[in-house]
C-alpha cells in the first residue's frame, strides 16, 4: 500500500473504517468537520490524482467517536537544486519566475496551483494549504544562476504559483533575502501578492523602484469581506489590501490591480466598485483573470460553493462553462485566461471602458534590463571592464 503513504488518516473524526478503491472516483466527497478545518479554503482533502488508489469513510455500524487532530500548518524544509522557472506561455508577460514555497497558506480555494501538491503525493485540497515547503537556501541557489555566463536578465516574477508573502514568510524571510539579491546586482523584480505583508520590504522596493527594477501587483478578488473571509481565509483583508496599494504607492513604488480571479455570478459585479477603489489609492495598471479550474481546483471549487453559496452553485457553474466551451476548464493559450463566448466578451468591455474611464494606464511599464551586474562567484576572476 505504498500508494497510500501520504494518506494522513487522523485528520478525520469518524466511526467509520476506510475502504479503498480503484481511481478515477468521481463521486463528490463529504466535507471534513468544520472544527478540524476552522480558517481553511478547501472543505474536503482527496487523494491526489496520481494515487492509484485513494480511501474515504464508510459505515460498518459500529458507533465509536475516535477524536482527530485539526490541520495544522506544518513547513518542510527543501534544498532547492534550481530557482527560476522558464515558461513560453505567449499569454502571459514574462518566461520566467521563482516561487521561494510550495503550498499556500491563504487558502484561496480557488488557486490554480493547488493541483502542482499532486506532484509531491499530497492533496491539492487541505495539505496544499497545510502541508508547506520552504526553499530556504532560495536566494544562494539564485545567486549561483545569476553568475551562469550565459545568463541574460529578464524580469523574475515573484508569486505565479504561490504567494511570496504568505504569513510564513513573516519568519523564514526568504522572499526579502531574494530581493535583498536582486538589489545587490540591479536586477529586474516583479511581484504578485495579496498581503499586506509586502511592506515590510518598502525600504528595499523604494530603492529598486527609484532604478526603475521593480513593480508590484496586489491581487484584489473582492472588497465584500464576509466572502473574501470564506474564499480566501488567511489572506490579508480587502480593506487591508488597498490600504497597502495606497502606502506603496505614496512610496514611488509602481502598483497594479489585479482583479482575479473573476467568478461569474459571484464578484463580476464589483469589477468597475474594485477599480475605482485602486486607482484612489494609487494603483495605475489593471489586470483580470476569469476563473480556472484545472484538475483537482473544479471539484475544490464546487465543493466550496455547495457549502458557501448554495444558492449560486448552479448559476456560477453554468456561466463557468459558458465561457469554456461547455466545460469546466479550456487551458487553450489565448482563452485560459480570459474566457470565450458573449458573457466573457461582456466582462472584457467593462473592463476596458472603466480602465478608460478612470484613467488606468494602457501600457506596461517597462523595468530596466541594462543595470544588471552578474555576480562573481568564489574564486572568479574580476571583471576590468564595466
Not at 41 to 69: H, K, L, Y
Not at 151 to 178: S, V
Amino acid at each position: 500500500m505504498g500508494s497510500l503513504a501520504f494518506f494522513d488518516q487522523n485528520k478525520y473524526r469518524t466511526s467509520m473504517p476506510a475502504v479503498v478503491r480503484k481511481r478515477p472516483h468521481a463521486d463528490p466527497k463529504p466535507p471534513i468537520e468544520a472544527d478540524l478545518r476552522r480558517g481553511r479554503g478547501a472543505v474536503t482533502n482527496p487523494s491526489g490524482r496520481f494515487e492509484r488508489e485513494q480511501r474515504e469513510p464508510v459505515s460498518d455500524g459500529w458507533d465509536i467517536e475516535v477524536a482527530r487532530a485539526p490541520f495544522e500548518t506544518t513547513v518542510t524544509v527543501e534544498s532547492a537544486r534550481s530557482m527560476i522557472t522558464r515558461n513560453l506561455s505567449p499569454d502571459i508577460p514574462f518566461d520566467r519566475s521563482v516561487n521561494p514555497y510550495r503550498g499556500c497558506e491563504h487558502g484561496c480555494v480557488y488557486c490554480f496551483a493547488r493541483p502542482m501538491h499532486s506532484f509531491l503525493g499530497w492533496s491539492a485540497g487541505l495539505d496544499f494549504e497545510t502541508k508547506l515547503i520552504a526553499k530556504a537556501n532560495a536566494a544562494e541557489v539564485l545567486e549561483r544562476e545569476f553568475s551562469a555566463p550565459l545568463y541574460e536578465p529578464k524580469i523574475i516574477q515573484l508569486g505565479t504559483a504561490t504567494d511570496p508573502y504568505q504569513p510564513i514568510e513573516r519568519r523564514w524571510k526568504i522572499t526579502r533575502q531574494i530581493l535583498e539579491l536582486c538589489e545587490r546586482v540591479s536586477h529586474p523584480v516583479g511581484i504578485v501578492t495579496k498581503s499586506a505583508l509586502v511592506l515590510r520590504d518598502i525600504d528595499i522596493l523604494g530603492r529598486l523602484a527609484r532604478k526603475n527594477l521593480v513593480k508590484v501587483a496586489v491581487s484584489v478578488t473582492t472588497l465584500d469581506a464576509r466572502v473574501a473571509r470564506g474564499m480566501e481565509p488567511r489572506a490579508t483583508t480587502p480593506l487591508k489590501r488597498i490600504e497597502a496599494i495606497k502606502v506603496l504607492a505614496q512610496a514611488g513604488i509602481p502598483v497594479t490591480v489585479l482583479v482575479a480571479p473573476i467568478i461569474p455570478a459571484l464578484n463580476d459585479h464589483e469589477i468597475e466598485t474594485i477599480l475605482e477603489a485602486c486607482h484612489a489609492a494609487g494603483a495605475r495598471e489593471a489586470g483580470y483573470v476569469l476563473l480556472r479550474l484545472p484538475h483537482e481546483v473544479k471539484d475544490l471549487f464546487a465543493e466550496w460553493l455547495l457549502e458557501h453559496e448554495p444558492g449560486r452553485y448552479r448559476h456560477v457553474m453554468n456561466l463557468v462553462r459558458a465561457t469554456r466551451g461547455g466545460k469546466d476548464n479550456d487551458p487553450a493559450f489565448g482563452s485560459r485566461m480570459v474566457g470565450e463566448g458573449p458573457y466573457a466578451w461582456m466582462l472584457a468591455k467593462r473592463f476596458e471602458t472603466a480602465m478608460r474611464r478612470l484613467g488606468y494606464q494602457r501600457t506596461r511599464l517597462k523595468l530596466d534590463l541594462t543595470q544588471f551586474r552578474r555576480p562573481v562567484r568564489h574564486g572568479e576572476q574580476l571583471t576590468l571592464m564595466l
